[in-house]
């Protein structure tokens, strides 16, 4: 789980954690992003993915990665979330 520092106004430092939070899996298609769109709507339709969309401290990103196992592609959605959120998300959904 990958961390970095941020600098709040008040001067305090703060962990903020990049986390994957979903994945997709998709068989060989021509265009991955294009068919990976459905999906990503309906996971941010979810009580989760709109818990993420609130609480990300960072816009939410997706990575497209190839699968080698079924020659297809592996869609993994990352949220970057503080410390008292990560807490909250690790209990609810994990």
């Not at 305090?12 to 990503?40: N, S, W």
């Not at 993420?52 to 970057?80: K, R």
């Not at 979330?81 to 998300?89: A, F, I, P, S, V």
Request: hydrophobic content about 35%.
């Amino acid at each position: 789980m990958n961390w970095e520092a941020k600098i709040l106004s008040d001067g305090t430092v703060q962990k903020i954690y990049k986390i994957c939070v979903h994945t997709i899996r998709m068989g060989d298609v021509e265009d991955p992003e294009l068919y990976a769109a459905e999906p990503i709507i309906q996971f941010e339709k979810t009580e989760k993915g709109q818990w993420l969309h609130e609480h990300s401290c960072e816009q939410m990103a997706f990575n497209i990665y190839p699968n080698p196992e079924t020659y297809g592609f592996v869609v993994a959605i990352h949220a970057w979330l503080n410390e008292q959120d990560l807490t909250y998300y690790n209990l609810k959904w994990k």
